[in-house]
């Protein structure tokens, strides 16, 4: 099942973990310093809050989580079709997961097409990408700034 993936930057975790299991009616499916993630099935969506990251209340970034890397490859090829501007990472470590993903960026925002591959105990990618900001791929998943 593919699912729509919003990230939300948020001031307090714990609180925005609260409401949104309420709101939700399901816990997260990840906890990690600073990172909770929510695999809910109506409506089909991967909720991701991260904190301390940006703005309060603001869009972190968005994507489309697909089953399989094949999917993401597939979105690939389509993108390149179509002749839009693309960043393809491979066994990347973002948001505590090993994934396989493609940005495709648009007018305004990218999009992120990714793959779970594994559980990653730690991640260091918090910061939006280079291709969220509009700016060059600087070859890591961390940004202008690197990794902290």
């Known amino acids: 099942m593919s699912r729509v993936q919003l990230a939300l930057n948020v001031g307090d975790l714990d609180q925005a973990i609260l409401f949104y299991t ?7 499916a990840k906890v990690r310093e600073g990172y909770a993630n929510f695999a809910i099935a109506d409506p ?21 989580e697909v089953e399989s890397t094949d999917e993401v490859s597939a979105k690939i090829q389509q993108a ?39 559980d ?11 291709i969220m900001l509009g700016v060059p791929s600087t070859g890591n998943c961390c940004g202008p700034e690197g990794c902290s």
Not at 23 to 28: A, E, L
């Open 120 to 130: 990653a105990p730690t991640d260091t990618s918090l910061k939006p990408m280079p």
């Open 80 to 118: 390149e079709s179509l002749g839009l501007p693309i960043d393809v990472q491979e066994s990347t470590t973002c948001c505590f997961a090993v994934q396989d993903k493609v940005w495709v960026k648009g007018n305004e925002v990218a999009w992120e097409w990714y793959t779970v591959l594994e």
């Open 44 to 64: 089909p969506l991967k909720l991701v809050l991260i904190a301390g990251h940006g703005e309060p209340g603001t869009m972190n970034h968005v994507g489309v």
């Open 22 to 28: 309420k709101m939700f009616g399901v816990g997260p």
